[in-house]
């Protein structure tokens, strides 16, 4: 008898896990079963003035082997293209400053640089100098990266550059995300070394990758990545507008309930945000309490586009960031048409503006248009806009960022421990556990298929 897998959620971790099961067992029957009409779950690009515009995810890290391995194999790397330019600006008391050379992370490894770029008083940068000379004062594990950065720097690196940096990336408080979890590569060097700065250093030292880009991205946008996965997969059972509404187990096998139907299987991959795999576990309450406490933030990006004639700032870079000090709605724009060479001769400048993050929901309160109106009137002043707007676009990415608090680590191995004890044969994928990024998520993907694999041999 041929053994059947159902994967719930067909995001880029769901689908990395399906092509991994067929892969590694073409004999057995795995089915996808998706809520919504389309797959991808956060890649989703659509047209914005005549050009394909990511609304979530428009890259990938490379310094982890896992998407550009999988874009290999699916023989994209033909598509693939680099940010244009590595500067980019933070605002500071009003006024945009260009970020110093020699940031890892927003940690400032050169004083010049940093002093020069005014983007902390001199002070601040004399008070992140002295990491070099203070004591070894790791506190052990479960540091949050807020932490790690104003004992060894001070606040002001902490609020005006790491925050607005590593916090854009999970849309977090730095003061509340494990700081080995969130920012490995600091924590690493932190743990390793007295001084994180030459901690640092001594990493990029024996960097081999230093001279590849840091990140890329698809002409056609990061749907190129999704669209061509699922082309890959031979004769899949994938179900779109099927919401899974509960699993349960049974003596021999796993029960995966939909809201039209139910399927028995030999095992299952969640691969649900964590809020929601929450919901389907009702018969598992131990691992559902503990999924339904990883906290998320939501996040809205406002895509605009001007006549690039009318922007008066030089957009000489890949975007700029907001800390939270300066009180806008604004976190972070993308200036997507300097950032990515292939958008740069539509005449347009076309901006990709955030808002929202961990302990800002305010632009959860706005309609669209509020919405909108709000952020150009900031984006209008940072950027010197004289012009119309010429088109916009809102995409709303409810609870859509996992916050790994300290001690995330511990709680996922704990839910994955409930679940070999009650749900033998369920397993998880996806930013909610071992990584938000993409590059994370294909590797999740692919490890439960793994995980899984190896279960049906125990059956
Ligand atoms: C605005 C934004 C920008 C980002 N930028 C980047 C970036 O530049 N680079 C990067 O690496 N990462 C980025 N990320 C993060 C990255 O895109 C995501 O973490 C990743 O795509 C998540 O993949 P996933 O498969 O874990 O989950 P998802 O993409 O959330 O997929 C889960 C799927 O499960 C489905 N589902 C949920 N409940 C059920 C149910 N009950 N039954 C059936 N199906 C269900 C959902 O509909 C969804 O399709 C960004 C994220 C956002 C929101």
New binding site residues.
């Given amino acids: 008898m041929s053994k059947r897998v159902v994967v719930?959620?067909?995001?880029?971790?769901?689908?990395?896990a399906f092509r991994q099961l067929q892969l590694q067992q073409p004999d057995i029957e795995v089915v996808l079963?998706?809520?919504?009409p389309?797959?991808?779950?956060?890649?989703k690009t659509t047209n914005f003035l005549g050009q394909p515009i990511?609304?979530?995810?428009?890259?990938?890290?490379t310094r982890v082997p896992w998407?550009t391995e999988l874009c290999e194999q699916l023989g994209l790397n033909s598509f693939l293209v680099s940010p244009a330019t590595s500067n980019a600006y933070v605002l500071v008391d009003g006024i945009l400053r260009k970020l110093p050379k020699g940031l890892v992370l927003g940690v400032p490894t050169k004083l010049l640089p940093l002093l020069r770029s005014r983007v902390v008083s001199p002070f601040a940068a004399i008070r992140a100098g002295l990491d070099r000379f203070l004591p070894d004062d790791w506190p052990g594990d479960d540091e949050s990266v807020g932490s790690l950065i104003r004992r060894r720097m001070g606040d002001q690196i902490a609020e005006r550059l790491v925050d607005p940096l590593v916090g854009s990336?999970n849309?977090g408080d730095t003061d509340h995300l494990d700081a080995a979890l969130a920012a490995p590569q600091l924590e690493t060097a932190s743990r390793r070394h007295r001084s994180l700065v030459t901690g640092l250093k001594e990493q990029s030292k024996n960097s081999t990758d230093s001279l590849s880009p840091v990140?890329l991205?698809f002409e056609l946008g990061?749907r190129q990545l999704v669209d061509t996965l699922v082309s890959s997969l031979r004769e899949a059972d994938i179900r779109t507008n099927?919401?899974?509404?509960d699993i349960t187990k049974n003596p021999d096998n796993l029960v995966v309930r939909?809201q039209q139907t139910s399927i028995e299987c030999d095992a299952a991959i969640l691969?649900?945000?964590a809020h929601?795999?929450a919901?389907?576990l009702a018969s598992c309450p131990a691992a559902a309490d503990r999924l339904s406490s990883i906290e998320h933030a939501s996040?809205a990006?406002v895509t605009m586009g001007f006549r690039q004639a009318d922007v008066g700032h030089p957009l000489d870079g890949s975007g700029m960031l907001i800390p939270r000090r300066e009180g806008l709605l604004t976190t972070a724009v993308s200036w997507g048409s300097s950032k990515w060479p292939h958008w740069a001769n539509t005449g347009h400048a076309i901006l990709r503006v955030?808002a929202g993050r961990a302990g800002d929901t305010r632009a959860l309160a706005l309609e669209d248009d509020e919405l909108v109106e709000a952020l150009l009137t900031e984006v209008t002043n940072i950027l010197d806009i004289d012009g119309d707007l010429l088109e916009w676009r809102v995409?709303r990415?409810i609870d859509?960022?996992?916050q790994y608090a300290p001690g995330h680590d511990r709680l996922v191995a704990a839910i994955e421990r409930d679940l070999r004890s009650e749900m033998g044969g369920l397993f998880l994928?996806?930013?909610?556990y071992k990584g938000?990024?993409?590059?994370?998520?294909i590797n999740?993907?692919n490890q439960s298929a793994e995980a899984t694999l190896d279960y049906l041999k125990t059956l």
């Fill in positions: 719930v959620g067909g995001g880029i971790a769901g689908l990395a079963l998706e809520a919504s389309h797959l991808g779950g956060k890649i990511d609304e979530g995810a428009d890259a990938f890290i998407a990336i849309a990140f991205g990061m099927t919401l899974v509404t939909t691969a649900t945000p929601q795999a919901l389907l996040v990006m955030s995409s990415w859509a960022f996992p994928a996806g930013a909610g938000i990024g993409i590059p994370a998520c999740q993907g």
